[in-house]
């Protein structure tokens, strides 16, 4: 499963991209405000720093503006996935986009059907939100679960499954155990990933141990 980082905040991206942890990186609008910087610089600079997708989301509802914002946002690199909303317009811009050898990112996704057409329109990507779901009483993992089943049944599909609207380490655990391609993680879920208590009670006794052995390996 690839690793991608849901954020535009450049310190964390570079400290996870140098622990070798990222195969990419998803922005969106509120993400992008929250950085407080121009996208075309914040998008630049992340990807500088990861070589993978960096998704880039147009701001604009209606094809023809999408079409102009997504060219300009595709322009900053050769890694940059433009991000449509799953709407009509969105779906036509994404087979533009995507008979251009553009890779796309189809975002907002909340059903099976609409990943569905996502594949079918060409999409690199398709992002299910899974927290927004569960946010709402539904299960998030049982859309990923039903699409993962669709897109299986079509192995002339090459949408890949982005779970997107992590919140949670078992939400990475279960989109893994079903299959989805690709998890975006926000930075402090990838972190707590990492954690487990046992492992620092453990390193606290072999440390403790060590001491008291008094020695030293350089
Ligand atoms: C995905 O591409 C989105 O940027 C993101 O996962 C949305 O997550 P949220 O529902 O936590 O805002």
Redesign the pocket.
Known sequence: MKF?V?TADTAEIRELAEAGLLDGV???P??IMKAGRPITDVIAEICDVVSGPV?A?VAATDYDTMLKEGRKLAEIADNVAI?VPLTLDGLKACRTFANEGRMV?V?LCFSANQALLAAKAGAAFI?P????LD?INLDGMELIEEIRIIYDNYPNFETEI?A????TPNHVKQAAMIGADVV?V?PQVLRSLIKHPLTDKGLEAFLADWKKAGQSIL
């Open positions: 991608f849901d998803t922005t969106n509120s993400l998704s989301e991000k990112n975002t992002s939100f899974i927290g927004r946010d982005l997107a609207s992590v919140r975006t926000p």
